[in-house]
């Protein structure tokens, strides 16, 4: 998801601000967006994994959504 579409999620009538409730809701989504990036990252990595610093080290090289 792109930034303006979260955006036109959670403002109302085209508005260019966003109440606190709104906002804080987008924000949510976007760390699920996020954290399921994450765990296909590590998945991506391989069944393998012995150290938990290599998915780590992944996930910091990984584009936010």
Not at 55 to 65: G, H, R, S, T, V
Request: net charge negative; charged share 30%.
């Amino acid at each position: 998801m792109k930034p303006n579409e979260l955006w036109e999620n959670y403002a109302r009538n085209g508005l260019t601000e966003i109440g606190k409730v709104d906002f804080l809701a987008a924000l949510q989504e976007y760390g699920e967006l996020v954290k399921a990036e994450a765990v296909k990252v590590c998945e991506n990595i391989g069944k393998d994994i012995v150290c938990p610093e290599e998915c780590a080290a992944a996930i910091e090289k990984m584009k936010l959504p």
